[in-house]
């Protein structure tokens, strides 16, 4: 098995990026349609794009999905206490989930931010954040998603990332698109992947932020978590 990772910026901005894990014989398709992803991005044209292939030699952890379900809000406000309330139920305090949405609010994230229950980042590299790598999603399961309309193309990428994450131990994970246009974000917790439509306004930026149970001196647990969140190769079903 093959991981493919594309990544377009323009003047150093990050615009779009994709990644799946495909067999020899999908390589040339997947990356067709990559740089076709790339260049038809609502956030602009790129002036750089990348396109990285390399073998798998690890195993791969295959792994059901997180269940997926859709909260219907009509406004931001709304949206965000929906959301607030699902991390408060795992456990989370008023002023960490508050600093969760203002780094995504301030925009500018390349990766995402670990924020541990004191409300302490974690991430060694705050520009580059932590970036979740080596996943992708099973054929029948995007089958599944667009056919019933459980969700998007976006919650395809999302829903892999969302359960890769929570398996390696991330409490909740909080989730706004850096597509402008794309306002439904979601939570991902161990219960399940929670769309909440508006839960931000168009032109708003977007991020990813991980809440993890990790003090800030333990440096080897977070090398840990950030080394398989990176690398550890993944197929969810
Ligand atoms: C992103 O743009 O990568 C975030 C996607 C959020 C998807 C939410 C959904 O399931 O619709």
Redesign the pocket.
């Known amino acids: 098995m093959y991981s493919i990772k594309m990544r377009a910026s323009k003047n150093d901005r990050h615009i779009s990026g994709a990644e799946t894990i495909v067999k020899r014989e999908s390589i040339e398709s997947t990356v067709n349609k990559f740089i076709k992803r790339a260049f038809s991005h609502e956030n602009g044209i790129p002036d750089f794009v990348n396109i990285k292939i390399e073998e798998i030699k690890e195993d791969i952890t295959y792994l059901d999905h997180l269940s997926?379900k859709?909260i219907d809000c009509k406004t931001k406000e709304e949206a965000r206490e929906v959301a607030k309330d699902i991390l408060r139920s795992q456990g989370m305090r008023e002023d960490v989930i508050k600093e969760a949405f203002k780094i995504i609010d301030k925009g500018n994230m390349r990766g995402a931010s670990l924020l541990n229950l004191e409300g302490y980042r974690l991430e060694p590299n705050r520009e580059r954040g932590v970036r979740v790598k080596c996943i992708s999603t099973s054929e029948e399961l995007k089958e599944k998603i667009l056919k019933n309309n459980i969700?998007?193309e976006?919650?395809i990428?999302?829903?892999a990332?969302a359960t890769k994450v929570i398996d390696l131990g991330v409490i909740a994970e909080l989730?706004?698109?850096?597509?402008l246009t794309?306002t439904?974000?979601?939570v991902a917790t161990r219960s399940g992947?929670y769309?909440i439509t508006n839960l931000k306004n168009k032109g708003d930026p977007?991020g990813?932020i991980f809440f993890v149970d990790i003090n800030k001196g333990d440096i080897e647990k977070i090398e840990r978590l950030i080394r398989d969140l990176e690398n550890k190769p993944y197929i969810i079903k």
């Open positions: 997926i859709t969700g998007t976006r919650t990428d999302a829903i990332i989730c706004l698109s850096d597509n794309y439904t974000g979601y992947y769309r977007g990813r």
